[in-house]
């Protein structure tokens, strides 16, 4: 496992949004998911859903930073606030949101490696 504490989730808003429809979302994943970047890399079906959020409660925790592909940064960070607070978690330090929206796999994938090795490159 990746010692760089940096989860990917991606969160493809039940796999019908318009947004991703350039993209591959099972390439996009697995080529994140062998990245050393990550310690690991997941689908969820919709993070901001009632499932979604009994999904981070259960899974997010101190000392982890946690990427989240999908939609705008502004609104991921209104969506999970509350579930970041609940586990003692800052959504302003420990998520790292990033919009894959209308990206092909490949400008998708590039993204998130460039964003993720800067926040490495912070100490994250």
């Given amino acids: 496992m990746s010692e ?3 989860g990917l989730i991606f969160c493809v ?19 994140l998911r062998k990245s050393e970047s990550f310690a ?27 990427m989240v ?5 502004v ?5 999970f606030r509350d579930a970041f607070a609940k586990a003692g978690l800052d959504v302003e330090k420990d998520l790292i949101p ?4 209308n990206m ?3 400008e998708a994938v590039d993204l998130v490696e460039k964003t993720v090795k800067e926040h490495l490159g912070k100490g994250v």
Avoid at 13 to 18: A, D
Avoid at 75 to 79: D, E, H
Wanted: glycine share 8%.
């Fill in 104 to 106: 092909t796999t490949e």
């Fill in 75 to 79: 609104m991921q960070k209104k969506l």
């Fill in 98 to 101: 990033v919009d894959v929206r």
């Fill in 69 to 73: 592909a999908g939609c705008a940064p």
């Fill in 40 to 66: 690991y890399a997941m689908i969820h079906p919709m993070l901001c859903d009632e499932d979604g959020e009994r999904f981070l409660a259960e899974f997010l925790k101190k000392g982890w930073k946690f």
């Fill in 13 to 31: 808003c039940t796999g019908k949004c318009p947004g991703f429809s350039k993209m591959d979302i099972w390439d996009f994943i697995n080529i």
């Fill in 4 to 6: 760089s504490k940096v």
